[in-house]
């Protein structure tokens, strides 16, 4: 057999895919292109089968589907700005007051805390380490211990006390 490539006289070809054209062509020469008759053993029939049902994914998919998350991404940047813009404003010694308020009730910081459904180390962090819960939970440590957490007049406070 002649290789169509370099002409030379071969025992047996392979046939190769070069630059879109199919060659029959020698060992050495078969390099150059793709093969087309895989030496390995063939696709079981299930499998060829199944090939057509692949979905086919077209480039124009992905690219939509991109800009509609960057959108939700903005979108929830600004809603997380306007909920942070109104956080209450609180009396300078809040923390001490939390403290106190619970040390008067003889409340651990754990019962504190379960009362709160939080961790023990949150109430630890709001009495020492000033972290600042989020105003949902303000109204319940308020209503919770009987206090006041916030900066009010206080005329408002002495009104609030009933
Ligand atoms: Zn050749």
Known sequence: MLCEMCGTEVESTNRVKIEGSVLSVCPSCARFGVAI???ATPAPVSDTAFQPT?????????????????AGRRRLEERDLYRELPEMELAPDWMKRIRAAREKLAWTPEELAKKLNEKK??????ESAGFRPPDAMIRKIEHLLKIRLRAEPEAATAAAGN
């Open 121 to 126: 180390s949150v109430v630890l962090k709001m």
């Open 54 to 70: 692949r979905p086919v994914t077209g480039a124009s998919v992905p690219v939509s589907m991109g800009d509609r998350l960057s």
């Open 37 to 39: 008759d895989p030496p």
